[in-house]
C-alpha cells in the first residue's frame, strides 16, 4: 500500500519534523500498545515497523520535493483494513509534518 501525503516544505525540514515527530506514530494506532522503531538508511528514506495486536507491520517513508510517500506492507490478513490504515497513515503523516 502506498499513500501520498503532498507538503511545501523543504526536504531538510520534512527530515527534522520526521525525525523529531516520528515516536507520535504509535499514537495514531488504537489501543495504545503500538511499538514504533524507525532507522534512517539514506538521506531521504525513513524506514519504520511498528508492533501491535500480535502484528508486526513494515514500511518505509521516502521523502520527494513536493510530497512524503508512505509504503506500508499489510499482511494478507490485515489487507481488509487497508482502508482504514490508509486513512491513519493520511492523518499521522499530516500532524508529523506539522
Keep these: 500500500m502506498e499513500v501520498a501525503i503532498p507538503h511545501t516544505l523543504d526536504r531538510d525540514t520534512v527530515?527534522?519534523?520526521?525525525?523529531n515527530s516520528s515516536h507520535k506514530?504509535?499514537?495514531?494506532i488504537p489501543g495504545g500498545m503500538a511499538e514504533v522503531t524507525t532507522s534512517w538508511p539514506g538521506e531521504d528514506r525513513m524506514d519504520m515497523s511498528i508492533a501491535a495486536m500480535g502484528q508486526t507491520i513494515d514500511g518505509?517513508?521516502?521523502?520527494?520535493?513536493?510530497?512524503?510517500i508512505f509504503h506500508v506492507a499489510l499482511p494478507a490478513a490485515l489487507s481488509f483494513f487497508e482502508p482504514i490504515v490508509s486513512g491513519a497513515i493520511r492523518d499521522q503523516g499530516q500532524k508529523l509534518l506539522r
Design 15 to 19: 527530515r527534522s519534523r520526521l525525525r
Design 25 to 28: 506514530i504509535a499514537s495514531g
Design 60 to 68: 518505509y517513508v521516502i521523502i520527494e520535493d513536493s510530497q512524503v
